[in-house]
């Protein structure tokens, strides 16, 4: 019998505690949202989390909002170029849809500590967007005191750990090390990534919703991750009062949407006390496509006139080291190459 649970976005809904005691017999659930089905979304959503989680989550977006807030200037100094800003604040130089995207802003860092591993001199230099050191706004910088410990408090690695655990059956295991599961992929790896997005309010005189592409706040792509975490979205402005509050989306067009495998246009509402993880274009290879990436996007949609509402969202890419073959013939390294060399110019990235 079937007992896969679903949004009213038809998005398939895995319990927390069922995800942690028994993620073995999950693989129906499994395949319903990361598989091949015309119906297939490539997103699932964890339910019934941990009570300190919409605490964390709450705290971390504000933060992102608040470092958006600050002068130019200021943000800037925590940018790092030698790691094609892939470590700390990037803004206006990722391209997407053929031009610099500068209606949101990153921070990036490795929230996980791994043991050193014997990773090679060279492979650490060929690869700076993932083996460089992260960069956090001094303790003192005001508005984002303790960004640090909310980047790192996020326990969205631990719940997508379990997850990898549930894929583990589909993992094509003669493209792989026999002897690493897809959850060691990622327990070991030192290329982790964490993406703390800031979406700027949209211009005053933005597109009307009717006539915006789909694809206008993100452009549609998709992750080289194995997992993606992903934390929902929360929307903020600030009253006349100078407060900072958190209100509903301005509009029912705005957020994520995904595209199904059948090509059908989703948009995906994750609730603000969940969890959610995307598949990646790695774990499509290691699993050989028997689990498929994701296509997907976010969408603005106007606001009220004379509101200024921005948009604070995380994502943690889990990923495999990148010396670690994906397939006989890939390894990730070589893989997330193509991928960089597809959304950054030399331009943008010296």
Sequence with gaps: ??????????VVVIPYQALVSRPEALGNAIEKAFGSDPSSLGIVIIRDLPAE???YRQRLLRLAYQFGQLDESIRERYSDPTSKYSFGWSHGKEIMNGLPDTLKGSYYANPI???????PSEEKASFPEYYGENIWPKKDESGVEAFEEAFKDLFIFSVGCLLAVACQPFVASQLLDSTLSLVDL??????????????FPPPPDATPDDDAPI??????????????????AMFLKKSEDGQVEVVKNPSPTSGLYIRTRGGELVKASIPEDCIAFQTGEALEVATNKRLLATPHCVRVGSSPAGTSISRESFALFMQPNTNQALSNELTFGQFSKRIFQE?????NTM
């Design 343 to 347: 959304h950054y110019s030399e331009n």
């Design 53 to 55: 989680y919409p605490v």
């Design 186 to 199: 990622i327990r070991q790896s030192h290329t982790t990534k964490a993406r703390l997005l800031h979406y």
């Design 113 to 119: 500590d791994v043991e050193d591993a014997a990773i």
């Design 215 to 232: 694809d206008n706040w993100c452009g549609f792509h998709l992750d080289h991750s194995l997992l993606t975490g992903l934390c929902p």
């Design 1 to 10: 019998m079937d007992d896969t649970q679903y949004t009213k976005d038809g």
